[in-house]
């Protein structure tokens, strides 16, 4: 693995850090006087800004590995440039990299007909519409995907779709157009072949934005995370996702990349308040002395630095392996990025509230809503208890006799 970065990633990055510098930073005050003005769920004017200048500039879909529609970049290549992103709760949007847009891109670009593409994947790669994924369910255990209830049934030539999904992300948004839901559509069928992923626009009959749930309190306006209602809704039957009874086919496609993004974010993130603690240790005092020099405080200091570096060079690994070896393979370095990367940023985090007395849980840092985003993390894309499980199974695995029965 080169530890090195090639010309044009270092170029890239030098370009996305001062335009975070330049624009998002500074933007992250406005975006939040704008949203608590007027209508929360209306697309602010600073972000529609943002996406023109970045898109000027060429930083625009920066993601989307082994594909003609983005920079043509590796998830190697791509990892550092994610991770300047995520040093903002700003940071990914203006490239059009944000989540769960770059995760249902990536899934229409592997899995959609050409028709489909046209339709959804066409608008979404300019950021004219925005997206969601409604898989998530309230009323069964979410973490296991062959769980869901909510149902598609064939009638002639439609779908006809009933249930209710929640921590829908982005469907409070009026830019989102479309959403990618799974559903089950053959209960006899076997375990892994019982849920498809279905194509259905948000403005469809029967489509019903119940409520955003709060992360923390926080509603991530005008983004959101939505309980939707599906009620008797009806979509064409050639809607469906590479075909009927694959939803778990694709679901497991689509959290490889998913979830390393998230892990380059969340170090991004943690390295921001990393450096927000070593300022406060510097520039503030207490018993005649800076914060730096009291207690153990300049170990916590070095303590962060080396669990990010670990965590940094552990997620690398992980995307090496994606580009080489590809998402099968990697499964075991993957769930071990997903596990260690949010638990890295929240110690990090919460070290640099701590530093910060009672202005680290004000809004006046961005410290409580970081905290809280990833504390989300651990849960967002699977819990840490079902990704432990896969990688102690994948180590025990190394050492069973061939001939010896495993269980399901």
Request: proline share 6%; glycine share 8%.
């Amino acid at each position: 693995m080169e530890f090195a970065y090639s010309p044009k990633v270092q170029q890239l990055r030098e370009r996305v850090t001062a335009f975070m510098d330049t624009h998002v930073y500074a933007a992250e005050a406005v975006f939040d006087q704008q949203v608590s003005t007027g209508d929360r769920w209306q697309p602010t004017a600073i972000m529609e800004e943002l996406k023109a200048k970045a898109k000027a500039e060429g930083l625009w879909n920066l993601f989307l590995p082994e594909s003609e529609l983005g920079a043509g970049l590796t998830n190697l290549e791509y990892a550092p440039l994610a991770e300047i992103m995520g040093r903002s709760l700003l940071g990914p949007e203006p490239f059009n990299c944000s989540a769960p847009d770059t995760g249902n891109m990536e899934v229409l670009v592997r899995y959609a007909n050409e028709a489909q593409k046209k339709q959804w994947l066409e608008p979404l790669l300019r950021g004219e519409i925005r997206s969601a994924f409604a898989m998530t369910e309230p009323a069964v255990a979410s973490s296991d995907a062959t769980n869901m209830q909510a149902r598609a049934v064939r009638e002639g030539d439609e779908w006809v779709i009933n249930g209710t999904k929640w921590w829908t992300s982005g469907a409070c948004d009026p830019r989102c157009k479309i959403m990618i839901f799974m559903g089950l559509t053959n209960p006899d069928a076997p375990r892994h072949q019982q849920h498809s992923m279905i194509l259905v626009p948000t403005d469809a009959p029967g489509v019903k934005i119940v409520r955003p749930l709060p992360v923390f309190g926080y509603d991530d306006a005008p983004h959101g995370h939505a309980e939707v209602k599906f009620e008797n809704v009806r979509v064409p039957y050639e809607n469906v996702l590479l075909g009927e009874g694959r939803g778990f086919e694709i679901a497991q496609g689509r959290l490889g990349p998913g979830r390393i993004h998230h892990c380059m974010r969340s170090i991004g993130m943690a390295e921001r308040a990393l450096e927000l603690m070593c300022k406060r240790s510097i520039s503030r005092t207490a018993f005649g002395k800076p914060l730096a020099r009291l207690g153990g405080n300049i170990d916590i200091i070095a303590d962060s630095r080396m669990e990010i570096n670990q965590a940094r060079l552990l997620t690398l690994n992980a995307a090496y392996m994606m580009d080489t070896v590809g998402n099968k393979v990697a499964a075991s370095e993957i769930a071990q990025i997903k596990v260690v990367a949010p638990n890295v940023a929240l110690r990090v985090i919460d070290r640099a509230i701590q530093m910060h007395g009672g202005a680290g849980v004000s809004g006046d840092f961005p410290l409580a809503y970081m905290y809280a985003m990833q504390r989300t993390l651990r849960l967002a894309d699977g819990p840490d208890e079902v990704h432990r499980m896969a990688i102690g199974k994948y180590e025990i695995g190394k050492y069973m006799p061939r001939d010896m029965p495993r269980s399901k």
